[in-house]
């Protein structure tokens, strides 16, 4: 059997998908991170096999050209998935961050009680 | 020496690197305040902890360097659990004089000022005077030396500087000061003498790179504060982590 194009666009949904869940069964992804992308394993593995899905939308859409709302909504996905990334890293980077601070305040607080560096205790 | 024995004071020195300078200033300060001195050590590679310890200060030794402000803020926590009232930043390279501590402290002391900000504009530079300008006019902060890290804190100053909101921040500057403004919070700038740095180099202006970076997240930071800068200390209230 030929390669068809739907074959090749489900098969690329199918194996995303498989992959993301041997990712959470090795312990590689956090569960709550898989289902984003469990969602756009299912949105490729649709549109390659029905790809009058996005023919379909684009005309209601005015889109002359229907692989156009594919790739611009794909690169728009990316992007909110880009700018997620960093809100969370800022986030995390407050908390390392403040950690960090803690466990000085706290070293300093044994060190004192210890008396080795022979600073009152606070 | 003005030494202010009935207030519940403390110095904090952040330093990186500064064994060469850090004893004596850690001296100098505690014996111009008679408070204890807080030593902030960002991670040092040399013996910048040893030196200060042994020339009597408390030390905070973080693990691994996070910053001037982030240094700060880890003092500012600090003296805060321990119940400070106010506490005075001061640089480990030694341009700041511990003889002028106390400018910091009187005006706070004397309730004229939730704030104080020890300037010394002339050591400025023309490159460095017109980027404050400009901070200024997109700002409008009446504050002349905005970077200066020479400056005084009362509690109330304190316990929003301490907040998670704060550490978002890279530089105890601008961001600092418009954090604080928000709360209504009353600023004194203080005329003082500033040497020459005897080591180091100033963190943030120590080479163009930096200095085109800094001036971009600053910029970055003033215009999206500019206005709309509301519930960034709303949320300011104190959480341990």
Same mark, same amino acid.
């Given at each position: 059997?030929?390669?068809?194009?739907?074959?090749?666009?489900?098969?690329?949904?199918?194996?995303?998908?498989?992959?993301?869940?041997?990712?959470?069964?090795?312990?590689?992804?956090?569960?709550?991170?898989?289902?984003?992308?469990?969602? !756009?394993?299912?949105?490729?593995?649709?549109?390659?096999?029905?790809?009058?899905?996005?023919?379909?939308?684009?005309?209601?859409?005015?889109?002359?050209?229907?692989?156009?709302?594919?790739? !611009?909504?794909?690169?728009?996905?990316? !992007?909110?998935?880009?700018?997620?990334?960093?809100?969370?890293?800022?986030?995390?980077?407050?908390? !390392?961050?403040?950690?960090?601070?803690?466990?000085?305040?706290?070293?300093?607080?044994?060190?004192?009680?210890?008396?080795?560096?022979?600073?009152?205790?606070? | 020496?003005?030494?202010?024995?009935?207030? /519940?004071?403390?110095?904090?020195?952040?330093?990186?690197?500064?064994?060469?300078?850090?004893?004596?200033?850690?001296?100098?300060? /505690?014996?111009?305040?008679?408070?204890?001195?807080?030593?902030?050590?960002?991670?040092?590679?040399?013996?910048?902890?040893?030196?200060?310890?042994?020339?009597?200060?408390?030390?905070?030794?973080?693990?691994?360097?996070?910053?001037?402000?982030?240094?700060?803020?880890?003092?500012?926590?600090? /003296?805060?659990?321990?119940?400070?009232?106010?506490?005075?930043?001061?640089?480990?390279?030694?341009?700041?004089?511990?003889?002028?501590?106390?400018?910091?402290?009187?005006?706070?002391?004397?309730?004229?000022?939730?704030?104080?900000?020890?300037?010394?504009?002339?050591?400025?530079? /023309?490159?460095?005077?017109?980027?404050?300008?400009?901070?200024?006019?997109?700002?409008?902060?009446?504050?002349?030396?905005?970077?200066?890290?020479?400056?005084?804190?009362?509690?109330?100053?304190?316990?929003?500087?301490?907040?998670?909101?704060?550490?978002?921040?890279?530089?105890?500057?601008?961001?600092?000061?418009?954090?604080?403004?928000?709360?209504?919070?009353?600023?004194?700038?203080?005329?003082?003498?500033?040497?020459?740095?005897?080591?180091?180099?100033?963190?943030?202006?120590?080479?163009?790179?930096?200095?085109?970076?800094?001036?971009?997240?600053?910029?970055?930071?003033?215009?999206?504060?500019?206005?709309?800068?509301?519930?960034?200390?709303?949320?300011?209230?104190?959480?341990?982590?």
């Amino acid at each position: 059997m030929p390669f068809t194009y739907q074959l090749t666009s489900a098969l690329l949904g199918l194996g995303l998908a498989t992959g993301i869940l041997y990712l959470v069964r090795r312990n590689h992804l956090h569960t709550r991170y898989a289902l984003p992308w469990l969602i !756009v394993a299912g949105i490729i593995g649709l549109l390659g096999v029905f790809p009058s899905l996005a023919d379909t939308i684009s005309s209601h859409l005015g889109i002359s050209y229907p692989p156009t709302l594919v790739l !611009v909504g794909a690169v728009a996905l990316l !992007v909110i998935k880009l700018l997620v990334m960093d809100i969370d890293r800022s986030q995390s980077e407050v908390r !390392v961050q403040r950690l960090i601070q803690r466990l000085a305040i706290l070293e300093e607080r044994i060190e004192a009680l210890q008396g080795r560096r022979g600073s009152p205790p606070p | 020496m003005t030494q202010f024995p009935n207030l /519940a004071g403390m110095v904090l020195i952040p330093a990186y690197n500064e064994g060469a300078t850090i004893g004596r200033i850690v001296e100098e300060s /505690a014996w111009a305040t008679g408070w204890p001195v807080l030593v902030i050590d960002d991670g040092s590679l040399d013996d910048t902890v040893a030196r200060a310890a042994a020339a009597g200060a408390r030390v905070l030794p973080l693990v691994m360097n996070i910053g001037s402000w982030g240094a700060v803020q880890a003092g500012i926590r600090c /003296a805060l659990e321990a119940g400070a009232e106010l506490v005075v930043t001061m640089d480990a390279d030694g341009q700041h004089l511990a003889d002028h501590l106390y400018r910091l402290v009187e005006p706070i002391r004397a309730g004229d000022a939730d704030v104080t900000i020890g300037a010394h504009v002339g050591r400025a530079s /023309a490159a460095r005077l017109l980027a404050w300008r400009i901070f200024r006019a997109i700002t409008g902060l009446g504050v002349e030396d905005l970077t200066s890290g020479f400056r005084g804190y009362n509690r109330a100053a304190l316990r929003i500087l301490a907040s998670p909101d704060a550490t978002l921040l890279d530089y105890q500057d601008i961001g600092v000061l418009m954090l604080l403004r928000e709360a209504d919070l009353r600023f004194l700038e203080v005329e003082v003498e500033m040497r020459p740095r005897t080591s180091g180099q100033s963190r943030v202006f120590s080479s163009w790179l930096r200095v085109a970076r800094y001036l971009a997240v600053t910029l970055v930071l003033c215009v999206s504060k500019w206005e709309h800068s509301g519930p960034w200390v709303r949320n300011a209230q104190p959480r341990r982590t």
